[in-house]
C-alpha cells in the first residue's frame, strides 16, 4: 500500500460525510428555528433607546463635551417621563422573575433543540468514525529530540 491510498479509502469518505453532515444540520436548524413573535412599538422604542443610550456612553470620545450633555440629557429627561419605556407604570416596580416568563423559558428552549440537533450527529460521526476507521494511522509522527538532551 503506498502513502497516497489511505488518504483516499480513509479522508475521502470522511470528508463527503462531514459535507452530508453539515447540509443535513442546516436544514435541521432551519426546521427547528421558531418564528420570531412580533413586538409592540413601545419595547421595540425602550429597546433602540437603551441602545442609543449606550452607543452614547461607549463613544463619548467621539463626540464634544457640550454635545454628550445634551444627549445626555435628553435621555435622563425622557426616561424620568416615561417616554423611552415600554411601560411607564412599571417605572418602580421590581423587575419580574425571568423564569417566570414563557418567552423566556421557549427562548431557552429553542437554545437547548439547536445544541441537542448538534450535538447528536457529531456523536453518531465520532462513533462511526471510530468504528470503520479503527486501527488506521492516518499521519505518521516523528520522534522530536529534545535539544538539551543533546548539548
Same mark, same amino acid.
Given at each position: 500500500?503506498?502513502? +497516497?491510498?489511505?488518504?483516499?479509502?480513509?479522508? =475521502?469518505? &470522511?470528508?463527503?460525510?462531514? &459535507?452530508?453532515? %453539515?447540509?443535513?444540520?442546516?436544514?435541521?436548524?432551519? =426546521?427547528?428555528?421558531?418564528?420570531?413573535?412580533?413586538?409592540?412599538?413601545?419595547? &421595540? @422604542?425602550? #429597546? @433602540?433607546? =437603551?441602545?442609543? $443610550? #449606550?452607543?452614547?456612553?461607549?463613544?463619548?470620545?467621539?463626540?464634544?463635551?457640550? $454635545?454628550?450633555?445634551?444627549?445626555?440629557? $435628553?435621555?435622563?429627561?425622557?426616561?424620568?417621563?416615561? @417616554?423611552?419605556?415600554?411601560?411607564?407604570? $412599571?417605572?418602580?416596580?421590581?423587575?419580574? !422573575?425571568?423564569?417566570?416568563?414563557?418567552?423566556?423559558?421557549?427562548?431557552?428552549?429553542?437554545?437547548?433543540? %439547536?445544541?441537542?440537533?448538534?450535538?447528536?450527529?457529531?456523536?453518531?460521526?465520532?462513533?462511526?468514525?471510530?468504528?470503520?476507521?479503527?486501527?488506521?494511522?492516518? +499521519?505518521?509522527?516523528?520522534?522530536?529530540? !529534545?535539544?538539551?538532551?543533546?548539548?
Amino acid at each position: 500500500m503506498t502513502d +497516497s491510498e489511505p488518504s483516499y479509502w480513509i479522508l =475521502l469518505p &470522511i470528508t463527503v460525510v462531514m &459535507i452530508l453532515t %453539515g447540509i443535513l444540520r442546516h436544514y435541521l436548524s432551519t =426546521l427547528l428555528q421558531s418564528t420570531p413573535k412580533r413586538q409592540l412599538l413601545p419595547k &421595540i @422604542r425602550e #429597546q @433602540r433607546s =437603551l441602545g442609543r $443610550a #449606550q452607543n452614547l456612553r461607549n463613544n463619548y470620545q467621539q463626540v464634544s463635551k457640550a $454635545a454628550f450633555e445634551r444627549r445626555k440629557e $435628553a435621555f435622563l429627561d425622557g426616561t424620568r417621563d416615561g @417616554r423611552f419605556l415600554a411601560d411607564p407604570d $412599571a417605572k418602580n416596580k421590581p423587575k419580574p !422573575n425571568p423564569m417566570s416568563d414563557p418567552a423566556m423559558m421557549e427562548g431557552m428552549m429553542g437554545m437547548m433543540k %439547536g445544541n441537542v440537533a448538534m450535538m447528536v450527529p457529531q456523536s453518531l460521526i465520532m462513533g462511526w468514525i471510530n468504528a470503520f476507521f479503527s486501527g488506521y494511522v492516518i +499521519s505518521m509522527l516523528r520522534p522530536v529530540l !529534545n535539544i538539551g538532551l543533546m548539548c
